[in-house]
Nanobody
Framework: QVQLAESGGGLVQPGGSLRLSCKAS????????MGWYRQAPGKERELVAL???????TYAESVKGRFTISRDVAEKLVYLQMDSLKPEDTAVYFC??????????WGLGTQVTVSS
């Protein structure tokens, strides 16, 4: 089992920045890919960014050039630096991991609100 705990959400004005963090614990030796998804009210959960064990990255088109995902393997952390935030980025952001056996794990989520 893997447990994921997010932090760093909050309220920010349009054009501002936030940094989300996710700490993994439990059977962390089996973790391969980590990343972030988000879910806005009334919408389906969608991919934001992923980072593999070899540091390959994938981003949603809507966040390319504004968000940056990074990973500290030793500290079992994954980060999401969010710059130039827009109101449409408002959502609950979920940390995600997949282990080498293909099992997915999710954090409980952290709220990000972009509003003036």
């Amino acid at each position: 089992q893997v447990q994921l705990a997010e932090s760093g959400g909050g309220l920010v004005q349009p054009g501002g920045s936030l940094r989300l963090s996710c700490k993994a614990s439990g059977s962390i030796f089996s973790i391969n890919t980590m990343g972030w998804y988000r879910q806005a009210p009334g919408k389906e959960r969608e991919l934001v960014a992923l980072i593999t064990g070899t540091y390959g990255t994938t981003y949603a088109e809507s966040v390319k050039g504004r968000f940056t995902i990074s990973r500290d393997v030793a500290e079992k952390l994954v980060y999401l630096q969010m710059d130039s935030l827009k109101p449409e980025d408002t959502a609950v952001y979920f940390c995600y991991s997949r282990n080498r056996g293909g099992t997915d794990y999710w954090g409980l989520g952290t709220q990000v609100t972009v509003s003036s």
